[in-house]
């Protein structure tokens, strides 16, 4: 059965250090959140985990095989690393959006995001692997360079896969309760409950209505989310070779 494990990491009293004691450079925080990022990715990523960054000061984490002694470990190095602190909230559910309500509610049970008395909440449930998979959708645009990149300015092209993402961002979280992170490129990665290929067809069909782009999907299960996208990738070079819009990984 599918039961994603979200963490909500969350950066603390982020917004007024930001401002405290002036207004710092924007250059600045961008290079913190960007070395943030990497350093939350390269943590999690080793451990066959999934970070995604959303806004930055929040970010969003499938951590299925990264128990609680784990994440202390991840929020006592940035800690030492950084002028700032992390919380994080975990729950577990087979509905991606579900989990990650529970997670944030344990972060905001903590306090405020701006409480500066709030520092480094760690709360939560955490599964070990073999309790549950976890699925993973990879999407990415049909002949996105010729379409786009090759053709297009960068700002017009970068227009169009951001128009692609945000239709289906809020189709599969409305539809499904599944969670889609734009990763780069003109590629899309959702967590994903139990999903038909109907169902999957459908999302694809609702953003060449509502954007005018067309996708293919990959789908992949495993026990850590390292696993599921693997599959996910390699059902996706199916699509590509096939030409189809739908794959799911043959665990044959």
């Known amino acids: 059965m599918t039961r994603p494990q979200l963490t909500h990491i969350q950066i603390d009293n982020y917004g007024p250090w930001t401002v405290e004691p002036e207004p710092r450079r924007e250059m600045d925080l961008q290079t913190l959140q960007s070395r943030l990022f990497a350093d939350l990715a390269q943590f ?38 950084y002028p700032i602190s992390i919380s994080l909230g975990t729950a577990v559910d087979p509905v991606p959006i579900e989990a ?44 996105a360079t010729g379409k786009y990149t090759d053709r297009l300015n960068e700002f017009d092209s ?3 896969i951001e128009q692609s993402y945000a239709s289906l961002m ?11 992170f734009f990763v780069g490129g003109d590629n899309i990665i959702s967590v994903v409950p139990e999903m038909t290929e109907a169902e999957y067809e459908a999302a694809i069909d609702h953003v060449s209505e509502d954007a005018g782009v067309e996708l293919k999907v ?27 819009r739908v794959e799911f990984a043959d665990h044959e």
């Open 218 to 244: 990959g789908v992949g299960h495993g026990p850590t989310p390292h696993d599921a996208g693997i599959d996910a990738k390699h059902a996706l070079e199916d699509c590509r070779y096939d030409g189809t």
């Open 100 to 143: 990650l309500e529970g997670a944030t509610e344990r972060v905001q049970e903590g306090g405020s995001a701006q409480d500066q008395t709030r520092r480094e909440v760690l709360a939560g449930e955490y599964r070990p692997p073999e309790e549950g998979d976890v699925s993973i959708a990879h999407f990415d645009v049909n002949d």
């Open 44 to 81: 999690v990523g080793s451990r066959d985990g999934y970070v995604f960054f959303t806004r930055f000061d929040n970010m969003v984490a499938v951590t299925n095989g990264l128990d609680e002694s784990g994440h202390a470990l991840l929020q006592e190095s940035i800690g030492n690393r």
């Open 158 to 160: 970068f227009i169009r």
């Open 170 to 180: 809020r189709h599969m979280r409305e539809a499904h309760g599944a969670l889609s």
